[in-house]
Antibody, heavy 114, light 110 residues
Framework: EVQLVESGGGLVQPGGSLRLSCAAS????????MNWVRQAPGKGLEWVSF????????YYADSVKGRFTISRDNAKNSLYLQMNSLRDEDTAVYYC???????WGQGTLVTASS | QAGLTQPPSVSRDLRQTATLTCTGN????????AAWLQQHQGHPPKLLSY???NRPSGISERFSASRSGNTASLTITGLQPEDEADYYC???????????FGGGTKLTVL
């Protein structure tokens, strides 16, 4: 069974940092391009970042460029999102998902608020 | 990054047919096609169709997708109460090197 399990969310003050993790199992993680997608409370889906299977190609949404860093460790079947200089508007549920959108985690809530 | 355009809400009667639309441009929907996702409140999105009309296993044949030019459509036949959800389209934008999503359509089954 395919599983994507996010962790690392929580409450952080604006300007602070958090590191999200996504643990993958049940499929060949190292062969899959992965994404982070977020959803602010009561809002729609917003793509955040993309990383190719070998980490050679990385893209970011303009809204997080320069503040967030995506990475992965294929040996640990894990995807990461380092979030720095967090803003109120970064408050959202963060999902990891495969590039074909066929598998999603349950999400982890990040709240940036004073 | 500009997103795709979806109507905010659609309402149809039980057992009727609903067609949801998603409009982009030649850099995304018109070139790459669109994926459709269903999301029930409090749950992650679920893939219904990718690259226009390829259904993952387990997805009902009541869901079918198509594309005409820069507009993608999702047609749901024989509407059921469980079809009431938010529906999102998504496409890769080759000029932005980014995924773009529609704002979502809330489908109400009356």
């Amino acid at each position: 069974e395919v599983q994507l399990v996010e962790s690392g969310g929580g409450l952080v003050q604006p300007g602070g940092s958090l590191r999200l993790s996504c643990a993958a199992s049940g499929f060949i993680f190292s062969s899959n391009t992965m994404n982070w997608v977020r959803q602010a409370p009561g809002k729609g889906l917003e793509w955040v970042s993309f990383i190719s299977s070998g980490s050679t190609t990385i893209y970011y949404a303009d809204s997080v460029k320069g503040r967030f860093t995506i990475s992965r460790d294929n040996a640990k079947n894990s995807l990461y999102l380092q979030m720095n200089s967090l803003r109120d508007e970064d408050t959202a549920v963060y999902y990891c998902a495969t590039n074909s959108w066929d598998y999603w985690g349950q999400g982890t809530l990040v709240t940036a608020s004073s | 990054q500009a997103g795709l355009t979806q109507p905010p809400s659609v309402s149809r009667d039980l057992r009727q047919t609903a067609t949801l639309t998603c409009t982009g441009n030649s850099n995304n929907v018109g070139n790459q096609g669109a994926a459709w996702l269903q999301q029930h409140q409090g749950h992650p999105p679920k893939l219904l169709s990718y690259r226009n009309n390829n259904r993952p296993s387990g997805i009902s044949e009541r869901f079918s997708a198509s594309r005409s030019g820069n507009t993608a459509s999702l047609t749901i036949t024989g509407l059921q109460p469980e079809d009431e959800a938010d529906y999102y389209c998504s496409s890769w934008d080759s000029s932005l090197s980014a995924w773009v999503f529609g704002g979502g359509t809330k489908l109400t089954v009356l």
